[in-house]
């Protein structure tokens, strides 16, 4: 039975402390929600389906946190997360993950006189401004990192998610493997207690809030620091060398995640190893039911999610996502048709 997509709708409300995003469909089969960072391919990929299968996708971008509520309740059909779910977890729910695509997450700023990819960060800087400790855009931290750069005694207006992210996850999570600081007093995970800042929902809303900001700092993935002119940082990584976002470092770090042997797909890929490597890389996974109640609604999203691995690469390169490699995608199918049965039949009855 074939579906109609309606349309995503993407409503934005500004606020002075944070900024509202939400993106609602009307009715569609294919529905799922959660992860920001993937939402940009999402879309593209949503829109090139429908016209070459008159089949739609209904996706709620509302964060990581938000999408496991969802499929958890079985309110979607898949859900969306860029931290992957523990194996414990997995098995309580009846879900299964695989990964979906991989990208990087890269500091966006709102600073006078500074055009995109001049200003140079590190890990152990940005952890010092999220702490509260840097203040000012001419400390003398960034400045050594920036000799040639005249910056201005502008306060630092530190943004981050309000919403459970699994950007954020990313982001703490390079933060701790950089600065002990940051590890003994935050941590790591989807929502933490911030030292300082002002949140926002949605990757959306932190590209709005900083680009309304005098002096603001907030990270988000690449994609929408692109779409919103927005002014970006490039990194000092691992290996001690200056490195653009872009998709040849996104996949440089991207290289060093190896799918094959973890189970259930479960890979962090911040700081990693690479002269080329971009420090702040992710991946998403899409959670879906082992025993779906409604197997042709499941059916349908696998066979849109192999689409999208097959015929989604160069929309996906487009938007500097790093597609999963085809060796990675046979091991994913394959886990399709052992791992998630209705009535003791694989729910995917593709290749």
Known sequence: MRHFIRSTAVAIAMATAST??????MAADLSGAGSTFIYPVFAKWADTYKKDTGIGLNYQSIGSGGGIKQVIAKTVTFGATDKPMSDADLEKNGLVQFPMVMGGIVPIVNLTGVKPGELVLDGKTIAQIYLGAITTWDDAAIK????????PSTAIAVVHRSDGSGTTFNFTNYLVKLSPDWKDKVGSDTAVEWPTGVGAKGSEGVANTV?????GIGYVEYAYAKQNNLSYSKMLNAAGK??????ESFGAAASNADFKTAKNFNVIITNEPGDATWPIAASTWVLIHKAPEDAAATGEALKFFAWAYKDGKETAKALDYVSIPDSVVDLIKASWKTDIQADGKPVYAGE
Request: charge should be negative; aromatic fraction near 4%; glycine fraction near 4%.
């Open 144 to 151: 050594a990192l920036n000799p040639t750069l005249t910056l």
């Open 20 to 25: 509202f995003t939400l993106s609602a469909a």
């Open 242 to 247: 200056v490195v653009e976002p872009s998709l």
């Open 211 to 215: 680009k309304q900001t005098d002096g």
